[in-house]
């Protein structure tokens, strides 16, 4: 009963298991925004939805999943639905997009992340985030690209 007091994301986990935090990686904050501003909102919902896999957070992971897709679709929607005569600068979506993120990632993951770099985890590359953005955007690009077509 005691030991629950001292248990860490990386000790116990959700369902059961234990993991060290040297068994795994978390995306920084950084990584999480870098994805954003490279891959959508979507990219960065995928590594925060890494990041609560990882530490055990399964529900948590669907969540931030299913509401960055949410976000992204609600984006392009949007985007689609001004008008061309306005003149408004791709930085007018991604920029808001960026600042929600980062702030949501330091909010809901930032002491988990902090957390376990204490306890001697280690933190993934921002370079496989940016990696990781691009495969997301070229997949979310794949799948818009026939809608849009649609409409034109």
Known sequence: MMEDI????????ENGTTAS???YQLYKISGIGIATFFGSMLA?????????????KDAAAM??????????????VIS???????NIPN?????????????????????DIDAHVANGGALAS???A?????????ALMAAVFPIAMMFV
Request: net charge positive; proline share 4%.
């Open 6 to 13: 001292y248990k860490t994301p990386e000790s116990s986990l």
């Open 21 to 23: 935090s040297a068994d």
């Open 44 to 56: 960065g919902g995928f590594l925060m939805s890494r990041n609560y896999k990882k530490l055990g």
């Open 63 to 76: 969540k931030a999943l299913v509401y960055s897709a949410l976000a992204t679709v609600a984006v392009l």
């Open 80 to 86: 689609f639905l001004i008008p061309e005569d306005l």
């Open 91 to 111: 930085l007018a979506f991604t920029i808001p997009q960026i600042i929600v993120m980062v702030q949501l990632a330091k909010k809901k993951q930032g002491n």
């Open 126 to 128: 921002d370079w496989k």
């Open 130 to 138: 940016f990696g990781i953005s691009l495969l997301v955007i070229v």
